[in-house]
């Protein structure tokens, strides 16, 4: 199985700072990975697929790049409600793998 | 709008099999851009996929679940299901339902369940 790792596995930033968060898969994965945020609490919601495509709905502070083996994720300005953890999945084959998670707070 | 919910008991005996549903409301399952699948999350822990189904009955499962897992579908009541034999408590998480989409433009798991808690306990 692909192994995907996730980092940092957690952060700590400012309303408005620009955050990051990479996602490395074991081999080449074109560009199938997805992105997922989950709040406390609640099921996880789709950001990005495609590695860089942005789903429906989702606020443009959110962007997605990468591609073969390394991804990003970028809040272009964290706001409050971003506080959540965020996953990485790749779609390439099966079984699918997601990262171990990263997880956003407010400094 | 399509959503999906989750059903099932919230507690397992060690060595039972788990069974749960997903309800899916406001769309249809027998759409060939769609596979039906279930995830889970044991506490304070990270996503595990665990299998999806096809309209037509055509599965796929995790390796690592394969012997145990059964994931079947109804569609005239719009629902699938997924069957866990030989629960032992590193089976307690977290269960989703998610509908996974296969675009042209890619693949993603755009609406998901609420999610139901299983605890495996005596």
């Known amino acids: 199985a692909i192994q995907m790792t996730q980092s940092p596995s957690s952060l700590s930033a400012s309303v408005g700072d620009r955050v990051t968060i990479t996602c490395r898969a074991s081999q080449g994965i074109r560009n199938d990975l997805g992105w997922y945020q989950q709040r406390p609490g609640t099921a996880p919601k789709l950001l990005i697929y495609?590695?860089?495509s942005l789903q429906s709905g989702v606020p443009s502070r959110f962007s997605g790049s990468g591609s073969g083996t390394d991804f990003t994720l970028t809040i272009s300005s964290l706001q409050p409600e971003d506080v959540a953890t965020y996953y990485c999945?790749?779609?390439?084959?099966?079984?699918?793998?997601f990262g171990g998670g990263t997880k956003v707070e407010i400094k | 709008q399509v959503q999906l919910q989750e059903s099932g008991p919230g507690l397992v005996k060690p060595s039972e099999t788990l069974s749960l549903t997903c309800t899916v409301s406001g769309g249809s399952v027998s759409s060939d851009n769609y596979y039906w699948t279930w995830i889970r999350q044991p506490p304070g822990k990270g996503l595990e996929w665990i299998g999806y189904?096809?309209?037509?009955?055509?599965?796929n499962y995790n390796p690592s679940l394969k012997s145990r897992v059964t994931i079947s579908v109804d569609t005239s009541k719009k629902q699938f299901s997924l069957k866990l034999s030989s629960m032992t408590a590193a089976d307690t998480a977290v269960y989703y339902c998610?509908?996974?989409?296969?675009?042209?433009?890619?693949?993603?798991?755009?609406?998901w369940g609420q999610g139901t808690m299983v605890t495996v306990s005596s």
């Open positions: 189904i096809f309209h037509s009955g055509s599965t």
């Open positions: 998610a509908r996974r989409i296969a675009a042209t433009e890619g693949e993603a798991f755009d609406i």
């Open positions: 495609a590695a860089s």
């Open positions: 999945l790749q779609d390439y084959n099966y079984p699918l793998t």
